[in-house]
């Protein structure tokens, strides 16, 4: 689910690479952190089996930077091709605004290539994505193994929507930039129509151009870091491709206690939930070492400048000595700081990763204040004292921009009220996302007030009506949130921070709906499932 921060102006994406066992899928990534990543800033996450197979997901950040103003930032994953790990991809492909399908071009893999592509398109409907209109771009890979598919072959069994293909060898690294710039072009443009970015500075019919100019040079490079095929002397074994650096997060056997094998649609609400939870788990996990390592690559190489200042100095400058020891000690306060803070995103509402200062300048050094509790636990701490402890510790953080806007509160919440059945920590990102999206449209000295009362709700569905409880989160405001913009937020398409909560309401099984109040002020009403 692509992610908005206009006062940063920066997007986030993600892409999953989807396929066969062994199609390629990781390699793929590992390529592209080789291509495009040579001084290794960042680092490419997997979690894989003892055998060096994807159990979870591979995970590499990548910046495009600057398009039409914007910092594009993209995540990109890919999933276990093993079946038993069915539930898995189905949760790693969750969010995902653009899919790449990588599969094996040989005619002996034509039935796990069709399987495969069946099995996405029926977990991107489990996720509520449409596959039709869903970015895709499709790689034949192994072109270099005998017995390979006419990609007009492959087009006719694995390509109804006539989407790119395009083939490779992606242990050459031929053919993977390419397909990467194609989803990138078909995500980027899909965002910019579905969020009417155009107003915002990003036409839509001008990424494709942009972005072969961001990647201009990467393809440069790619084209000439290609892998020529190894020449083999005879008597001597065939050396494998040199892999990208990696960090392995987790190893285990195949026979994973972490994640059973998943047997059939009958595995239950219950593991399928624990499954998601633990996956979100290590993806905050991934996402917070890859931002650390690279922190730490930065900061120990300002380090390592400012020593081999001090070891070509004279004795006698004592001033310059002097400063470069100050920026050794004040660079080693912050990486510090880097690795206590990592758990304080959520509570804090700064992310503790992203450099605030400039390329080559000193940072200033910081006070040591106490670590916060990590925001999974925080968030289950306010959980446990029920929805008022909750929304108490969601208001906390975000008084800053009531103070800005001189918002005042009035929660009448009761104390004993309980949770919906929503996971603690998606809760409370969607309710800040509701309270930050409120607040910002807000007039400046009003109040926002929140109640709450359970509601019987009528579901339309394909048996008929259906009647659910929900708890109904009501939130009272006087602000600047026009009709087009209840309609854009309810159908999920603002990008704001009040649409993206909407969305998050929806992957948990609720949703957004508003009321006029007397005196021209709004009620936004937040329906959550209840056990």
């Not at 930032?73 to 038993?84: A, E, R």
């Not at 446990?384 to 929660?411: I, K, P, R, T």
């Amino acid at each position: 689910m692509v992610q908005f921060n206009f006062s940063e102006r920066t997007i986030k994406a993600k892409v999953v690479y989807y396929g066969p066992a062994q199609s390629g899928k990781t390699t793929n990534l590992e390529q592209i952190h080789r291509l495009t990543d040579p001084a290794a800033n960042n680092r490419l996450i997997s979690l894989n089996t003892a055998q060096d197979r994807t159990l979870f997901f591979d995970l590499l950040p990548f910046s495009l930077g600057a398009v039409s103003g914007y910092d594009f930032k993209i995540q990109l994953y890919t999933v276990p091709g093993q079946v038993q790990y069915n539930a898995t991809r189905r949760v790693v492909l969750a969010g995902a605004d653009a899919v790449v399908f990588v599969a094996d071009a040989r005619r002996s893999m034509l039935k796990e290539n069709q399987a495969a592509f069946e099995n996405m398109k029926v977990n991107l409907l489990a996720n509520r994505l449409v596959p039709e209109k869903v970015p895709l771009v499709l790689q034949y890979n192994k072109q270099d193994l005998p017995d390979v598919m006419a990609a007009v072959e492959l087009n006719k069994t694995l390509n109804p929507w006539n989407r790119p293909a395009v083939g490779a060898v992606a242990m050459q690294g031929k053919g993977v930039i390419e397909v990467f710039v194609a989803v990138v072009q078909d995500m980027l443009s899909a965002i910019a129509v579905k969020y009417n970015l155009k107003e915002k500075g990003l036409d839509p019919a001008s990424v494709p151009q942009v972005v072969k100019e961001a990647f201009a040079e990467v393809m440069k490079n790619a084209a000439a870091a290609a892998v020529a095929p190894p020449t083999l002397v005879e008597g001597e074994a065939q050396a494998p491709p040199p892999r990208a650096a990696k960090v392995v997060v987790s190893q285990q056997t195949d026979s994973l206690h972490a994640a059973p094998p998943q047997t059939g649609a009958d595995t239950g609400l219950v593991s399928e939930e624990l499954l998601h939870r633990s996956l979100r788990s290590n993806v905050e996990l991934a996402e917070a070492l890859a931002g650390m390592v690279r922190e730490m690559n930065l900061g120990l190489g300002h380090i390592l400048s400012q020593a081999e200042v001090l070891m070509v100095m004279r004795e006698d400058a004592v001033d310059k000595r002097q400063a470069a020891l100050v920026a050794i000690q004040q660079e080693a306060t912050r990486l510090r700081k880097v690795i206590q803070q990592l758990g304080e995103p959520a509570a804090s509402g700064e992310d503790p990763l992203k450099s605030t200062r400039p390329m080559g300048s000193v940072p200033a050094a910081a006070p040591a204040r106490a670590v916060a509790a990590p925001p999974r636990a925080a968030a289950q701490a306010a959980a446990n004292g029920g929805l008022h402890a909750l929304l108490s510790d969601v208001l906390g953080g975000a008084q800053e921009a009531l103070d800005a806007q001189e918002v005042s509160v009035d929660l009448r919440v009761p104390a004993t009220t309980g949770l919906p059945s929503c996971p603690p920590l998606a809760l409370r990102q969607a309710l800040a996302g509701a309270v930050e999206g409120l607040v910002t449209s807000a007039l400046p000295g009003t109040q926002l007030s929140l109640r709450c009362e359970r509601k019987p709700v009528l579901l339309k569905g394909r048996d008929g009506e259906v009647k659910r409880d929900f708890l109904m989160l009501a939130l009272a405001h006087t602000g600047n949130l026009s009709p087009d913009d209840q309609q854009r937020v309810m159908q999920g398409t603002d990008a704001g921070p009040l649409g993206q909560a909407s969305r998050l309401f929806r992957e948990m099984g609720g949703f957004i709906r508003f009321a006029p109040l007397p005196g021209g002020a709004l009620e936004t009403r937040v329906f959550l499932p209840v056990a």
